[in-house]
């Protein structure tokens, strides 16, 4: 899969699951606090998501890489088996 995969993958899943904006929501868009304003219930779906699609554990990982788009589509493609 390649990054460009995962990125729309992703979009996708916080558009149509955690109701966001699609015009507010680029690659590089601030996820939380403020960015577009996740919160922690929706960090436990995104990990959840993360993990049953794309198989790479994210728990305990550096708050870094979700930041946005971008960075959480690179750490999930470098773990990737």
């Given at each position: 899969?390649?990054?460009?995969?995962?990125?729309?993958?992703?979009?996708?899943?916080?558009?149509?699951?955690?109701?966001?904006?699609?015009?507010?929501?680029?690659?590089?868009?601030?996820?939380?606090?403020?960015?577009?304003?996740?919160?922690?219930?929706?960090?436990?779906?995104?990990?959840?998501?993360?993990?049953e699609?794309?198989?790479?554990?994210?728990?305990?990982?550096?708050?870094?890489?979700?930041?946005?788009?971008?960075?959480?589509?690179?750490?999930?493609?470098?773990?990737?088996?």
């Amino acid at each position: 899969m390649t990054d460009m995969e995962v990125k729309q993958q992703l979009k996708d899943f916080f558009v149509n699951e955690l109701g966001v904006d699609a015009n507010e929501l680029q690659y590089d868009t601030i996820l939380f606090n403020e960015g577009i304003g996740l919160d922690s219930i929706d960090s436990i779906e995104l990990v959840s998501f993360i993990d049953e699609t794309f198989g790479v554990q994210t728990s305990g990982i550096d708050r870094a890489n979700f930041k946005n788009i971008d960075t959480l589509a690179a750490y999930i493609v470098a773990h990737m088996n």
